[in-house]
């Protein structure tokens, strides 16, 4: 175990161990303690005696995070939707995905409210792949390795009003290798519909054999951005950028 870490000004910061818990021993003589069990970090306690608080549930067999309450009596929510996919010997597990963000005022106010729907334009696909019969493991990701260009799965990101009305929205379209390939961003009206408004397309230099991929496969090397003319009812081009990378 860790004992100590001493910087570059001769400064120690020690570290003692006690049942379910680190102390975090300061070189001002001040100490952080952070406390756990078997679901995870439950709290953490800084040098002024402020103690933040983790809430916890369990989703698809995973325990996550579900509420962090902070020393100023601000609250942090996270709740939860499950994301299937298929194990290479025929059975279905699941992932937990962030379906809200919330948090909250010492008064129980809502600050700010952000919601993550997956899949809603590609017909429920996402990085699991199994929407198109791909298989995912520990050591193996078949979507990754089909080459399937035509594979795409989105995810929306609202950021919401109290109410639950749209204030703004933006959505992402992914590849088979997880490349963001298209971004949508909308216009919102005084209903909370959305409409077409910014468009952006990525292009990548990908070799079919991943094993000639540098590491620059990531990158973009066209980007084309478009704005919508509502009068015309298309999109327009705004600008054009071209990239090359070294290997």
Same mark, same amino acid.
């Given at each position: 175990?860790?004992?100590?870490?001493?910087?570059?000004?001769?400064?120690?910061?020690?570290?003692?161990?006690?049942?379910?818990?680190?102390?975090?021993?300061?070189?001002?003589?001040?100490?952080?303690?952070?406390?756990?069990?078997?679901?995870?970090?439950?709290?953490?306690?800084?040098?002024?005696?402020?103690?933040?608080?983790?809430?916890?549930?369990?989703?698809?067999?995973?325990?996550?995070?579900?509420?962090?309450?902070?020393?100023?009596?601000?609250?942090?929510?996270?709740?939860?939707?499950?994301?299937?996919?298929?194990?290479?010997?025929?059975?279905?597990?699941?992932?937990?995905?962030?379906?809200?963000?919330?948090?909250?005022?010492?008064?129980?106010?809502? %600050?700010?409210?952000? #919601?993550?729907? /997956?899949?809603? *334009?590609?017909? &429920?696909?996402?990085?699991? @792949?199994?929407? $198109?019969? +791909?298989?995912?493991?520990?050591?193996?990701?078949?979507?990754?390795?089909?080459?399937?260009?035509?594979?795409?799965?989105?995810?929306?990101?609202?950021?919401?009003?109290?109410?639950?009305?749209?204030?703004?929205?933006?959505?992402?379209?992914?590849?088979?290798?997880? %490349?963001?390939?298209? #971004?949508?961003? /909308?216009?919102? *009206?005084?209903? &909370?519909?959305?409409?077409? @408004?910014?468009? $952006?397309? +990525?292009?990548?230099?990908?070799?079919?054999?991943?094993?000639?991929?540098?590491?620059?496969?990531?990158?973009?090397?066209?980007?084309?951005?478009?704005?919508?003319?509502?009068?015309?009812?298309?999109?327009?081009?705004?600008?054009?950028?071209?990239?090359?990378?070294?290997?």
């Amino acid at each position: 175990r860790l004992d100590c870490i001493i910087d570059s000004f001769k400064q120690t910061i020690r570290f003692r161990y006690d049942p379910n818990a680190i102390l975090v021993l300061l070189p001002d003589g001040s100490q952080t303690t952070v406390h756990w069990s078997e679901r995870g970090v439950e709290t953490v306690q800084d040098a002024l005696r402020q103690v933040t608080a983790f809430g916890y549930v369990t989703v698809a067999g995973q325990t996550v995070v579900s509420t962090i309450r902070y020393p100023s009596g601000l609250k942090t929510q996270l709740e939860y939707t499950t994301l299937p996919y298929n194990l290479p010997d025929g059975r279905t597990a699941a992932f937990p995905a962030v379906s809200r963000h919330c948090r909250l005022g010492a008064t129980g106010s809502v %600050l700010s409210l952000t #919601e993550y729907i /997956y899949g809603d *334009d590609t017909g &429920g696909a996402s990085f699991t @792949g199994i929407s $198109a019969g +791909y298989t995912l493991s520990s050591d193996r990701d078949s979507l990754m390795e089909s080459g399937n260009t035509f594979y795409q799965y989105d995810v929306l990101v609202q950021h919401l009003d109290k109410t639950g009305t749209p204030l703004s929205a933006s959505r992402l379209y992914y590849n088979y290798l997880h %490349l963001p390939v298209r #971004e949508e961003h /909308y216009l919102v *009206d005084p209903e &909370g519909r959305l409409a077409n @408004g910014y468009r $952006a397309l +990525y292009e990548y230099r990908i070799a079919p054999d991943y094993h000639a991929r540098t590491a620059g496969y990531t990158l973009p090397v066209l980007t084309q951005q478009w704005v919508y003319d509502p009068t015309e009812k298309q999109y327009r081009p705004l600008r054009k950028a071209c990239a090359e990378y070294d290997n």
